[in-house]
């Protein structure tokens, strides 16, 4: 019986079937010539590089760098795109993108028929990956354009997953004007990263692409709301998204705004790109919101300011040695401030700011503790004569007082004691190291801004006092490896700082009423000329740098580190969140006890005799340093100067004048430097014993005289005149040059006649004028004027 012929037969199936394979193998064949001969230009996709994207601790843009033809598009993954987005465009676009091979024939069917019915073209045929293909290569509306969309798509699949090419999309899909790839899209139109785009934002931007221009959301948010109304209603029917969610979304309008270039950071963001110009993303630890605050701060600080005057600000993390904000410039859009330039970077004096370090390597070195007795008074370190800011002398200072009012005298005093060379050394150790000048070595004028740092170095070395003594060096990227750096110890950087945190921000409050509300440790400092302000202060969390003065270096009226500098720490520190201002643990090796002056020593250690003023300080490891030596004193070592008493009346002699039994008194004595400004009582001539009769005349006196007025004297202005008179003075006396003070204040010098001083314009009320000599000796005159 034969078998019956027809379109069910077996062989017509059979036949059918080897029709379809040889079918397939030549189109294959001919696919694979074709790629040989027209290779897939995925290259074009590599040379189009990506803008350049500098983004906050939270990914958001800071500032934003186009390529060579002015395109934002800014690179993406697909981890890295919210999940909605990802929904809404392949239900949308292309359903079956995960099943067909880049042409979806249903589809390009369904398409055709619906051109042909309605007269034009109702849906779409492209898939994504012929969308892919577009952007790839564009092309003319037309049938062979379509079949080289189709066959650069087969390509596509060929070589690429499908991951890969969702991601190209992701990356490279036109999203109106100059903008490609959700991310940058989202950035643009919404001010977010694509990964926290809600369900609406989603579905607004999944239809973008389709007509960027026609339904750019921020010209057209009626058609764009149409666009994303019509892709909910695709979503409902697939029943992807719930229907509540839906019907919720298309309540909401389209809001979006156009803001390709984001300006935050912008001169922090500009050195990342050029120092990493082949970095597409380039992360920092910048807080977005901080970042914003101090940034307008800044400015409406400087406004008011004199025409050029510029300021800079870093706020440092202390964990991870990066910036939370940078500023480097006020106004970075007004080139009469030269916005442009960064001023973080400036090498400029630092003024005093050095200081802390001076006494915190001074306590390690178990020179000094925090109540040392120092000497604010003029003197010489071999030629070198500093003088105050304020020109005045105090006498006898504490440590803690020196470093508190920024006295100049006694930071030289003690960077002597301790060396420049090992100061500038350790500097060096912990990443500060200082410009000199040509052929220059470090001195002594260290102490008082005599090198060159940035703002940089400065906030990295100022980390220490919060960071237990590590200095660090400011990184702007995570990828920079983080330093710790030794500068001081845990004790005294704490030491220090707890000297620093108790200043009041507010020089109009004493420190008796003053409460800190936000404490941190913090020291000003001037250049010469007023050129430069500084402010840096730290704690346990952060470490601000404050800059103030000219951009190109010249003079600024009035500019100092209190007067200019600390107003805008204060705008700073009321921006921070109070947890941010914590105070520091003292170390336990730090402890307090009583200590005396002038010895300097412990009080337990001391008669009540020789402890003439009592103080609490700060000691590390239990140890009290005494007080320096006084280079203009031979016989006062460590304060005690040893005396020859008669044994049977008491009464003071010397070799000279007596060869009878005497025993030695230990006499605690201030330092010579120091007894222009000590009270009477404390004074060597009240605590030595009296000289007996017979050794009075083996003991000279050089102590200088001033003449010219009589003591206690009352001087009035002539008859029938306003004017004061001038009072003459001269000192007789003296060795060497002469220092004139009136109540306190240091007199310029008189070039004519050095020992000589006229005192001119004098008010009505008490004045006592105070002549020294280089060596300590002095002499002290108290007169009235009247009217």
Known sequence: MTQPQGVFSKRFWLKSLKRLLLTLLLCFVLFWILDKFFPLPIDDFERRSFAQLV??????????????????????????????????????EDRYFYQHPGVNPVALLRASAQ???????????????????????????????????????????????????????????????????????????????????????????????????????????????AQR??????????????????????????????????????????????????????????????????????????RGKEKGLSAAVIVMDNASSMPLAYIGSADFANPDRAGYVDMTKAT???????????????????????????????????????????????????????????????????????????????????????????????????????????????VGAFSALGNKGLATELRLDPDQPQKKLPLLSQEASWVVQNILSQIPLNNHLSHRYFQPTKQIAYKTGTSYGSRDAWVLASNKKVTIGVWVG????????????????????????KIMPSDWLAPIERPATVTMADICWPLGTLASLQSEENCHKKRSAYLIDETAPATFSDPLSSDWHNGLMKVQLDAATGKRVNNQCFDGSVHIKEVALWPKSLEPWIAKPFRSESLLPEYAENCQNSVGSSKPR????????????????????????????????????????????????????????????DYEVIVVDETGAFSELDFRVEQ
Do not use: C
């Open 348 to 458: 400029r004096s630092p003024g005093s700011t050095l200081k802390p370090f001076i006494y915190g390597m001074a306590l390690d070195k178990g020179l000094i503790h925090s109540e040392s007795l120092l000497f604010d008074v003029p003197q010489s370190f071999e030629g070198y004569k500093p003088k105050n800011f304020s020109e005045n002398f105090n006498g006898a200072v504490s440590v803690s007082q020196s470093l508190a009012r920024s006295l100049n005298m006694p930071a030289v005093q003690v960077l002597n004691e301790l060396y420049a060379e090992y100061f500038y050394i350790q500097l060096t150790n912990a990443g500060l190291k200082l410009s000199l000048p040509e052929s220059a070595t470090p001195s002594l004028s260290l102490a008082l801004g005599g090198g060159g740092a940035n703002l940089h170095q400065l």
């Open 55 to 92: 983004v906050d601790a939270e990914g958001r843009p800071l500032r934003a760098f186009p390529d060579s033809q002015g395109v934002w598009r800014y690179p993406v993954t697909l981890e890295e795109v919210s999940p909605l987005y990802l929904e809404a465009l392949i239900n949308y």
């Open 115 to 225: 051109a042909v019915y309605h007269g034009e073209i109702v849906s779409g045929g492209s898939t994504l990956t012929m969308q892919v293909a577009r952007i790839l290569e564009p092309h003319e509306k037309s049938i062979s354009g379509k079949l080289q969309q189709m066959f650069r798509a087969l390509q596509l699949e060929w070589y690429y997953s499908k991951d890969e090419i969702l991601t190209y999309y992701l990356n490279y899909a036109p999203f109106g004007g100059t903008i490609e790839g959700v991310e940058a899209a989202s950035f643009t139109y919404l001010g977010k990263s694509s990964k926290d785009l809600t369900a609406s934002e989603a579905a607004m931007l999944a239809v973008l692409p389709q007509a960027p221009s026609w339904n750019r959301p921020d010209l057209y948010p009626e058609r764009a709301k």
């Open 550 to 573: 000219m951009p190109d270096g010249s003079f600024s009226l009035n500019n100092t580190g209190r007067t200019t500098a600390v107003p805008l720490l204060e705008r700073i520190l």
């Open 229 to 302: 109304n019509k892709l909910l209603d695709r979503l409902a029917d697939f029943n992807v998204w719930p229907v509540e969610l839906i019907d919720e979304i298309k309540q909401e309008d389209v809001w979006a705004q156009y803001n390709t270039q984001p300006v935050l950071a912008p001169l922090l963001s500009r050195e990342l790109v050029n120092r990493y110009p082949d970095r597409r993303l380039i992360k920092t630890a910048i807080d977005r919101n901080l970042q914003t605050e101090l940034e307008l701060s800044v400015f409406d600080y400087i």
């Open 706 to 765: 001033i003449a010219g007025l009589d003591p206690e004297s009352i001087i009035y202005a002539e008859p029938q005149k306003q004017t004061l008179p001038e009072v003459q003075l001269w000192a007789e006396g003296i060795t060497g040059e002469a220092y004139w003070f009136l109540n306190g204040r240091l007199l310029p010098p008189t070039l004519e006649a050095k020992h000589r001083i006229a005192l001119k314009n004098l008010s009505r009320g």
